[in-house]
């Protein structure tokens, strides 16, 4: 009878391909399995909500130091003040960069809280870069409010 010599080789060289494809497969997921695990602990957790702060209106006593900011908080965590920064049109600034505790400042802004912001001699935490000014009709002001979270919001007002 006759025997019939079948040729290994070619079968030797797809099951090898196979298996390394199986192994590098393998590999992967369990590297990125171990990164997961591992950069998890390292990376910070990504963000509970943001703070988002609108301006709904704004209000100067007759003092012309001391203007109020009503606020509305329309982002998904609450929001509460640490200091601001009142700029005029030529570049002097106040600077209020320790806010006191409850009740003299906000704790939490929700929808309409109205935010004292006093400048010049109504303000005695207050610093000054430049010459000192007063709120006057037709200038224009930035604020610069800074929350807690370290966020800035910038509004450009004009008495």
Same mark, same amino acid.
């Not at 998904?76 to 005029?88: E, H, I, K, N, W």
């Not at 935010?115 to 000192?132: E, W």
């Given at each position: 009878?006759?025997?019939?010599?079948?040729?290994?080789?070619?079968?030797?060289?797809?099951?090898?391909?196979?298996?390394?494809?199986?192994?590098?497969?393998?590999?992967?997921?369990?590297?990125?399995?171990?990164?997961?695990?591992?950069?998890?602990?390292?990376?910070?957790?990504?963000?509970?909500?943001?703070?988002?702060?609108?301006?709904?209106?704004?209000?100067?006593?007759?003092?012309?130091?001391?203007?109020?900011? $009503?606020? #509305?908080? +329309?982002?998904?965590? %609450?929001? /509460?003040?640490?200091?601001?920064? &009142?700029?005029?049109?030529?570049?002097?600034? $106040?600077? #209020?960069? +320790?806010?006191?505790? %409850?009740? /003299?400042?906000?704790?939490?802004? &929700?929808?309409?809280?109205?935010?004292?912001?006093?400048?010049?001699?109504?303000?005695?935490?207050?610093?000054?870069?430049?010459?000192?000014?007063?709120?006057?009709?037709?200038?224009?002001?930035?604020?610069?409010?800074?929350?807690?979270?370290?966020?800035?919001?910038?509004?450009?007002?004009?008495?």
């Amino acid at each position: 009878m006759f025997r019939r010599h079948y040729d290994r080789k070619g079968l030797d060289t797809i099951i090898a391909t196979l298996l390394l494809v199986v192994i590098v497969v393998v590999m992967t997921v369990i590297v990125y399995s171990w990164s997961l695990g591992a950069f998890g602990a390292i990376l910070p957790a990504p963000p509970t909500g943001r703070e988002i702060l609108t301006i709904e209106n704004q209000g100067f006593d007759g003092s012309n130091m001391k203007l109020t900011l $009503y606020l #509305r908080n +329309t982002g998904s965590t %609450p929001t /509460t003040l640490a200091s601001y920064y &009142v700029q005029d049109q030529n570049g002097n600034q $106040y600077a #209020r960069t +320790t806010w006191a505790v %409850p009740p /003299t400042s906000p704790a939490s802004i &929700v929808n309409g809280t109205g935010v004292f912001l006093p400048i010049n001699n109504a303000c005695s935490s207050c610093t000054h870069t430049g010459s000192g000014f007063q709120f006057q009709t037709g200038n224009s002001y930035t604020i610069t409010l800074i929350t807690q979270k370290n966020n800035q919001f910038s509004f450009t007002i004009i008495r």
